[in-house]
């Protein structure tokens, strides 16, 4: 009995034995990054603009007339040369068989006079025949011919009438409205359809006069269309303000191999320098601190010191800040907030992956 009283007196005694915790708290891993000073950063502007085509015209006849026949509708799309819309004809072709057949006696008249004016002329040097009789012969003949040249005249004309009944495709593309139907009586000029050529799109987009004017075009920039980024050179630059925006139109080719909309919007982007003195880091870095003011936090010594930043400029990834940083100090990338300033850290070296500002 008095064995196991030691025993279990003993037992207590050996459990109260074993090494008590460490003081503080535990030291943290932490990815850092060496601070690097820069004398500038960028800034990414996107200015608006339309998808417009660089071939678009509304399609009508030069002369008046009631519309026979019209071969297209909205959404076709049209090679050029290819026929639109025609005029009714009935009274210009009655009308050209009439000049025909007026030519044709014209003709003749014409043979007969040539015919008189050889015999006059042998018989007046024959004496024969008087001078005056000569004279009338070859005057008759003239004026038959002039007669004759301005039937042929208008004859051509009405060719030409002719052929301004029948409207033709300038160039291929899709119609996108069609204005009159068959049986419309149109006047000269007036909108049969709308052509919008098919393949040819321009950017229109404005600008401040001072950006346009340092724009270059021998190069290509970048548009925003769709979500997706699209490469366009500068065509030209209209060198007129536009009234009530304060800006130039500035025109961009758009590539071909895609379907442009009329009307649709469109975005060049361009990237500004800008001249300040500061530190790219990334968005992880930073942290909230007192009264909506910003902090990130450096490793000095393997102790958390908390630097207070101000942002001058920030995208999705990082941002340009400056403050009390200072040239190589050791940035904590990333898990602010399983730090707290005094904390002890352990640094490690940023792993690849971890995007640097090279711009």
């Keep these: 009995m008095a064995r196991r009283s030691l025993f279990f007196a003993l037992f ?22 060496a601070l690097k000073p820069q004398d500038h950063y960028e800034v990414e502007r996107a200015f608006l603009g339309l998808v417009r085509p660089a071939q678009s015209t509304a399609l009508g006849f030069e002369r ?38 007026q030519l044709r006696q014209l003709d003749a008249k014409v043979d007969l006079s040539e015919r008189t004016s050889r015999r006059v002329n042998a018989l007046a040097d024959k004496k024969y025949a008087s001078e005056q009789s000569r004279d009338e012969a070859a005057l008759g003949l003239q004026a038959d011919r002039a007669q004759r040249d301005e039937v042929q005249a208008a004859l051509q004309q009405l060719e030409v009438e002719l052929q301004k009944s029948v409207l033709k495709a300038p160039f291929a593309g899709t119609v996108v409205r069609r204005a009159v139907d068959p049986g ?16 040819v799109a321009e950017a229109e987009i ?23 980024t699209v490469h366009a050179p500068l065509s030209s630059v209209v060198d007129r303000v536009r009234p009530g925006a304060r800006t130039v139109t500035a025109l961009f080719a758009l590539p071909a191999d895609r379907r442009w909309v009329e009307a649709e919007r469109i975005e060049l982007l ?18 909230r601190g007192p009264r909506g003011s910003w902090m990130v936090y450096v490793a000095d010594g393997g102790i958390v010191v908390p630097e207070a930043v101000e942002i001058l400029h920030a995208d999705e990834e990082r941002a340009f800040v400056r403050g009390t940083l200072q040239a190589r100090q050791a940035l904590v990338l990333d898990g602010t907030h399983r730090v707290v300033p005094g904390q002890r850290v352990d640094e490690v070296d940023a792993v690849a992956g971890v995007k640097e500002d090279v711009r």
């Design 206 to 228: 404005g600008l401040p006069v001072r950006r346009a004017g340092k724009m270059d075009r021998d190069r290509s920039y970048e548009l925003r269309w769709r979500g997706e």
């Design 270 to 287: 361009l990237r500004e320098r800008i001249e300040a003195d500061g530190y790219s880091i990334p968005l992880t870095a930073l942290t």
């Design 12 to 33: 207590p005694v050996a459990a109260c034995g074993s090494p008590p915790p460490a003081d503080g708290p535990p030291v943290l891993p932490v990815r850092t990054e």
């Design 64 to 101: 008046d007339g009631r519309v026979a026949r019209v071969e297209v509708d909205e959404g076709e799309t049209l090679e050029a040369g290819q026929l639109v819309a025609t005029l009714d004809t009935a009274r210009l072709q009655a009308e050209r068989s009439r000049l025909r057949a």
């Design 184 to 199: 419309a009586v149109v006047g000269p000029g007036q909108p049969v359809l709308e052509l919008q050529g098919r393949s």
